[in-house]
C-alpha cells in the first residue's frame, strides 16, 4: 500500500472551480463512489469541503487504471493530476464543471463496508450512528454543522475580546456544593475518602474573578451535570460562560444583544431586531403558560377565573374555589382543522401536562357545539367567548385545575402543540426575547421546601429585598433568561455580592450556619474584602448551534455525545474499571451493572 511521503495537498476537494482549469493539484480524501464505464473509471472524491470528480481514461498510465479500478467507497486515497472542464457537467455540487485528469494514485488506506451509506440525511438509527459516530461524521451535514459550530465559537471570542473581555479557565475539579442538579464526583487518590465535583457551571469562580478585578471575563466552559436527559439536554456540555462587574441588568442584556446580532448575521445573513422585547417572569405566564414563550404565533391565555368562579360547572367551580384557575386559549381561524378525533387527541395530550382534561367549544359555520356550556347560563358562556375574542371559525380550549402551575403547563405545551399541528412555526422565524423578574424561590414537592429558581448567588430585586426571609413566594430576583422560539438560550442574573445578603439567601434555602461555613465559606469570606456589584449570563453553546441548524437533537451538533442513559455507544462507557483502581482510591462496589445500556 502507498504512503503519503513526498505528497503535498495543493488544494481541498470542493474548493476547485473553472478558473483553476489547467492546473496541477494534489488532493486527498475518501472515495465516495466509483463508477467504472469499462475504457472510463470516474471516482467522486470526498473531504470535509465537498466533492470533486476523479477522471480516469485512454491517456492515464494503465497501472494509476487498474489503481482505480479497485477502488471500493470510503477508501482513502490521494490525487495529483491536472484540472479540466467536465463533458457532461453536473449542477448538484459546486465543482461540477471541472473534474482531475488524474496522473498519480496512492491509496492510503482500504475500508471494509461501511455500516450504513456516508450520505447527507442518513436515514439510520440513532444507535447505529452512535456506535459507529466516526462514520457518522464524516457525512456532510454533520461536517457542516461541526464547522458552523466552531465558527461560532470564533465569533465568539472575536466579539467579547473586543469588548474587553478577558478569556479565563477555571478549574474542572472543584468542590462539591449540591444545591440544584447532581454533581459528578471524582474519588482523590491523595486524600481517601474525599471527593472532587465536575462544575455544573463556573459560577462561584467567576464571581471570585469579579472580587479579584478581572471586571469583564469570558469562557467556551465544560459543564457537567448528573441529571435525565432529554432531546436537548447531555450530562456534558458547553456553556459561552462570562460575567461583568459595575453594572446593571440593561448593560448586560445590550452586549448579549450585540453579540447574538452579530452571530445571525455572519452565520446565517439573517438580521435580527434589537433591543429584544423584555417580558417579567408573570406576564409571561399569564400570556403564555411558559417562562420561555414562542413569540412567532399568537394563542395566548386568557383567565376566566372570575367568571367561572360561581358557575354551574363543578369543573369550573371546584378549581377556583381550591386556589386555582380557569383559562382559555383561542385557537383563532382554526376550527376547521380540529374536528373532534383530533381535540380528543389534544384532550389526551394537556393529560400528559396532569391537566384532568380539556373543555372546549368549536364556533364553525354559524353554530356552536362545546363539552361544558350545557352546565353554564348563557350570560356566562357568552363572557368567556368575548373574553376569549372567538368568532366564527375559532376553537376555543380550556383547562382548569386546582393549580395554577397545572394550567400554565398544560395550556403552555398545548399552544405549541397545536401551533405545530397547524405548520405555522417557522424555523427561520428567529424572535427573541428577555424574561425577567423571576421568583426568587420555588417549592419543591419532592424536597418540602424553597428552592432557588436559578442558584443561591442571585440577588433580590432591591424593592423586595426584605422579602427574602419573610415572604420566599413573594421575592422577585434580578434574573433574567434570553429566549428563542420556546427554548431558553441563556440565563443569568445579577449577584449578591455584600456576606450578610449572601447568608440570608443561604439561610432561606434552609442551609443551617455550619453548612454555609463548610460549603460557602470560601465565596461569603470572600465577599467581606469588597465585591463590586456584578453580574453574567451563561448560553447554552450546544443549544444555540441546534436552533441555527434547524438540528431535531442536540446530539447532532455535539460531536461524541451521550445518549439518554448517559451512556457513550462508541466507547462503550461508563464501564467498570480494574479493582487495583478502586482500591487505590478507597472505593468498594456495591452493585454493577451487567452492561453498558446499547440505547439511544
Known amino acids: 500500500m502507498d504512503t503519503i511521503h513526498g505528497f503535498r495537498r495543493t488544494n481541498y476537494c470542493a474548493d476547485l472551480r473553472l478558473c483553476d482549469v489547467g492546473k496541477t493539484v494534489s488532493v486527498c480524501g475518501w472515495v465516495q463512489r466509483q463508477r467504472d464505464l469499462g475504457g472510463l473509471i470516474f471516482v467522486d472524491l470526498r473531504d470535509r469541503t465537498g466533492l470533486v470528480q476523479l477522471s480516469f481514461g485512454d491517456q492515464t498510465d494503465r497501472d494509476i487504471f487498474q489503481k482505480a479500478a479497485s477502488l471500493r467507497s ?53 444507535t447505529i450512528r452512535l456506535k459507529y459516530r466516526y462514520l457518522d461524521l464524516r457525512r456532510p451535514d454533520m461536517q457542516r454543522t461541526i464547522a458552523l459550530r466552531h465558527k461560532i465559537v470564533k465569533i465568539c471570542r472575536d466579539y467579547f475580546d473586543e469588548q474587553g473581555f478577558l478569556e479565563i479557565e477555571t478549574p474542572i475539579l472543584t468542590k462539591s456544593t449540591p444545591e440544584g442538579a447532581r454533581d459528578y464526583l471524582v474519588p482523590s487518590r491523595v486524600h481517601p475518602g474525599k471527593f472532587y465535583a465536575l462544575p455544573q457551571s463556573p459560577q462561584q469562580y467567576k464571581q471570585l474573578l469579579m472580587l479579584s478585578g478581572f471586571d469583564r471575563y469570558f469562557q467556551i466552559a465544560r459543564c457537567f451535570r448528573d441529571e435525565d436527559l432529554r432531546a436537548d439536554r447531555q450530562p456534558e456540555f458547553t456553556q459561552i460562560d462570562l460575567e461583568m462587574s459595575f453594572v446593571e441588568e440593561e448593560e448586560i442584556q445590550t452586549i448579549q444583544e450585540g453579540f447574538l446580532k452579530r452571530v445571525f448575521r455572519e452565520i446565517l445573513g439573517v438580521e435580527i431586531a ?125 383547562v382548569a385545575d386546582p393549580k395554577n402551575e397545572t394550567v400554565f403547563a398544560s395550556l403552555g405545551a398545548l399552544r405549541c402543540e397545536c401551533a405545530k399541528q397547524l405548520g405555522i412555526l417557522d424555523p427561520k422565524d428567529f424572535k427573541f426575547l428577555w424574561v425577567t423578574e423571576f421568583p426568587m424561590f420555588e417549592w419543591s414537592e419532592e424536597e418540602g421546601r424553597y428552592m432557588a429558581m436559578h442558584h443561591p448567588f442571585t440577588a433580590p430585586m432591591e424593592e423586595d429585598a426584605d422579602k427574602i426571609l419573610t415572604d420566599k413566594a413573594g421575592c422577585r430576583a434580578r434574573a433574567y433568561d434570553v429566549v428563542l422560539n420556546g427554548t431558553e438560550l441563556g440565563g443569568g442574573s445579577i449577584r449578591i455580592n455584600t456576606p450578610e445578603m449572601q447568608e440570608k439567601a443561604f439561610q432561606a434555602l434552609g442551609i443551617s450556619q455550619e453548612d454555609i461555613d463548610e460549603r460557602f465559606g470560601h465565596l461569603v469570606g470572600a465577599f467581606q474584602f469588597g465585591a463590586p456589584p456584578h453580574g453574567g449570563l451563561a448560553y447554552g453553546l450546544d443549544r444555540l448551534v441546534m436552533l441555527m441548524t434547524g438540528a431535531e437533537s442536540i446530539r447532532d451538533v455535539i460531536a461524541f455525545p451521550k445518549v439518554q442513559t448517559a451512556s457513550d455507544l462508541m466507547m462503550g462507557c461508563p464501564d467498570v474499571v480494574d479493582s487495583k483502581q478502586l482500591d487505590e482510591l478507597s472505593i468498594a462496589c456495591t452493585r454493577k451493572e451487567a452492561s453498558t445500556p446499547d440505547e439511544a
Not at 484540472?83 to 498519480?104: A, F, H, L
Not at 387527541?345 to 382534561?357: M, S
Request: aromatic share 8%; with cysteine; hydrophobic share 40%.
Open 274 to 398: 434589537t433591543p429584544f422585547l423584555r417580558l417579567p417572569y408573570r406576564q409571561a405566564m399569564d400570556r403564555f403558560g411558559s417562562d420561555k414563550p414562542d413569540m412567532r404565533f399568537g394563542f395566548e391565555l386568557k383567565d376566566v377565573s372570575d367568571i367561572a368562579k360561581d358557575c354551574g360547572f363543578a369543573v369550573f367551580r371546584d378549581a377556583v374555589a381550591a386556589g386555582g384557575s380557569v383559562r382559555l386559549i383561542n385557537l383563532d381561524g382554526h376550527a376547521a382543522d380540529f374536528p373532534r378525533k383530533k381535540i380528543d387527541k389534544l384532550t389526551e395530550f394537556v393529560k400528559t401536562y396532569r391537566a384532568k382534561g380539556l373543555a372546549w367549544t368549536r364556533l364553525i359555520d354559524g353554530g356552536m357545539t362545546s363539552s361544558y356550556a350545557k352546565f353554564l347560563t348563557e350570560e356566562e358562556n357568552k363572557a368567556i367567548l368575548e373574553r376569549a375574542g372567538a368568532k366564527d371559525g375559532d376553537l376555543v380550549l380550556l
Open 74 to 126: 470510503e477508501y482513502v486515497v490521494a490525487a495529483t493530476g491536472i484540472v479540466r472542464e467536465r463533458e457532461s457537467k453536473s449542477k448538484k455540487i459546486p465543482t461540477g464543471d471541472i473534474e482531475i485528469e488524474v496522473t498519480e494514485l496512492r491509496l492510503l488506506a482500504k475500508s471494509e463496508t461501511p455500516p450504513f451509506e456516508i450520505v447527507e440525511h442518513s436515514d439510520v438509527k440513532d
